[in-house]
Structure formats: C-alpha cells, structure tokens
C-alpha cells in the first residue's frame, strides 16, 4: 500500500533561516527509505527552485518534483473551474510562473478573477485598482490567508492584512485556495497521486496543516519545533494523531500504516 508525507517546511524544517535540529536527517531517510513525500508551502510569492534553493542551502537535497505550493494549487483550481478565464494578479515571482505555465490570461482590465498573492511591492493604487475591479464584478481569490507575525522590521504585511483592506473595501470575501483549505490539500494529494487515507501531514501549526489534514481525512502529525506550544493544544476541539518535540522523533513505519 502506498503512503506519502505532505510536509510543511517553516517550523517544521527550519526556522527562518535555520536548519532544525536533525530536520536534514530526517530527509535523508525519507529518501533513502523511498518513502513519498512532497512539501506543502502557502507561500505564492517563491517558485519552487527557491524552495529548493532554500533547503539546499540548509544541506537538504530535494528537487522541484518535491515541492508543491499554494501558487499551484491556485493555478490548478483556475484550470479546473475556469477554462478561458482572464485574471489581474497583485502578487509576484512564483504565483505569475504557476499562472503562466497554466496557459491563464493576466490582464490590467476587465478581468474575470482578481487573485492576490503575497508581494513586497504592493502600493495603495495597485489595491484601490483591484477593488475597483472587484466592484465591477470581478470574482476575488487569494493564494492563502495567512497573518503577518507581527514582528518589529518585518518588511511584509501578510497576505491576511491585505485582503482584509480588499474586502473591507469591496465588501466581497476571498475565496481561500491555500492551507487550511481542502482545496489545496486535495490538489497536493492529486499531486502525489494518493487517496486521502494515505496521507500523513506532519505541521506546526493547528490552525493550517493539522486543522487542514483533519479536513480531509488524512492522518496528522503535529511537530512543537514550530510555533505551538504542547500547553495551548486544549483549547482545540480537534488534536493530531501524534505530537511530537521535532521531525527526527518520527519513526517509520507510522503506526497506521499497517491497519490496511
């Protein structure tokens, strides 16, 4: 029977720019015991060779084939319900590639999607221009809400912020592509070619990859390298099937890998 990873990478692989402790070990036996295993970034703005930049930097081999990000998904969700659409992006690097690849139309005007992504060159104008746009009838898509970490000197405002100003002002909500959203955790699990009973995610955050997981039926592991504390998981109404300090305490095979 097959079974595969969706791995997040932030508070799961590294900190910021640091490595884990025996995250890089933990890849390297994921490969070497050729388990499948893809990760899962909301983050629209990286391509994936940055993604693979990044952890290769961290001394973790991986390649593009390995990384499947919320840009994808919404590039995969634009092919799928809207053959022939046309779109006005307020993102930039690894969102325009998914698009583009995709074969989807970006226009200036009249579009038929406004879709945000995360930026660092967002201006008010190119926000007034995208809420003009959604007045007139344009339905709106962000890659993923996720919040700023509201953090002194942080140079970017969160996608969360911005479509918070989008939808106060256009008094139309987003439609969520990204993590917690079972529209990307089905397109991953499309992606690996895996039944949702066959999937385990291994995140640090309830909120995204475990709630996420529980959404769709597949198995959870929740890793405290990240941003949760084990003393908050009470005040959920759903918990993860295993919790655990960090990556390299996972032991394979995974204990519910042999109930089929």
């Given at each position: 029977?097959?079974h595969?990873?969706?791995?997040?990478?932030?508070?799961?692989?590294?900190?910021g720019?640091?490595?884990i402790?025996?995250a890089?070990v933990?890849?390297?036996r994921?490969?070497?015991?050729?388990?499948?295993?893809?990760f899962?970034?909301?983050?629209?703005?990286?391509?994936?060779?940055?993604?693979?930049e990044?952890?290769?930097?961290?001394?973790?081999?991986?390649t593009?084939?390995?990384?499947?990000?919320?840009?994808?998904?919404?590039?995969?969700?634009?092919r799928?319900?809207?053959?022939?659409?046309?779109?006005h992006?307020?993102?930039?690097?690894?969102?325009?590639?998914?698009?583009?690849?995709?074969?989807?139309?970006?226009?200036?005007k009249?579009?038929?999607l406004?879709?945000?992504?995360?930026?660092?060159?967002?201006?008010?104008?190119?926000?007034?221009?995208?809420?003009?746009?959604?007045l007139?009838?344009?339905?709106?898509?962000t890659?993923?809400?996720?919040?700023s970490?509201?953090?002194?000197?942080?140079?970017n405002?969160g996608?969360?912020?911005?479509a918070?100003?989008?939808?106060?002002?256009?008094?139309?909500?987003?439609?969520?592509?990204?993590?917690?959203?079972p529209?990307?955790?089905?397109?991953?699990a499309?992606?690996?070619?895996?039944?949702?009973?066959d999937?385990?995610?291994?995140g640090?955050?309830?909120?995204?990859?475990?709630?996420?997981?529980?959404?769709?039926?597949?198995?959870?592991?929740?890793?405290?390298s990240?941003i949760?504390?084990?003393?908050?998981?009470?005040?959920?109404?759903?918990?993860?099937?295993l919790?655990?300090?960090?990556v390299?305490?996972?032991?394979?095979?995974?204990?519910w890998?042999?109930?089929?």
């Amino acid at each position: 029977m097959k079974h595969g990873l969706m791995i997040d990478m932030d508070g799961v692989i590294y900190a910021g720019e640091e490595l884990i402790k025996g995250a890089d070990v933990f890849v390297k036996r994921l490969l070497k015991e050729r388990i499948p295993f893809t990760f899962l970034s909301n983050n629209s703005s990286k391509s994936r060779a940055d993604a693979v930049e990044k952890l290769a930097e961290l001394g973790i081999r991986v390649t593009e084939k390995h990384i499947y990000t919320s840009a994808m998904a919404t590039a995969t969700f634009l092919r799928e319900h809207y053959p022939d659409c046309s779109v006005h992006v307020l993102g930039e690097g690894g969102l325009l590639k998914s698009l583009k690849k995709a074969g989807i139309r970006m226009v200036d005007k009249k579009p038929d999607l406004v879709i945000l992504g995360e930026g660092q060159k967002f201006s008010l104008d190119k926000v007034h221009k995208a809420v003009d746009m959604i007045l007139a009838g344009a339905r709106f898509i962000t890659t993923n809400r996720d919040p700023s970490p509201r953090r002194e000197g942080w140079n970017n405002l969160g996608i969360a912020a911005t479509a918070a100003m989008i939808e106060e002002a256009s008094g139309r909500e987003p439609f969520v592509i990204g993590k917690p959203s079972p529209v990307m955790m089905r397109s991953a699990a499309a992606y690996m070619g895996l039944k949702p009973e066959d999937v385990t995610v291994i995140g640090d955050t309830m909120e995204t990859d475990i709630i996420g997981g529980i959404y769709m039926g597949f198995k959870t592991i929740l890793v405290l390298s990240g941003i949760t504390d084990k003393e908050q998981l009470t005040k959920y109404g759903y918990r993860p099937h295993l919790v655990v300090d960090s990556v390299d305490e996972i032991e394979f095979p995974l204990k519910w890998w042999t109930k089929h």
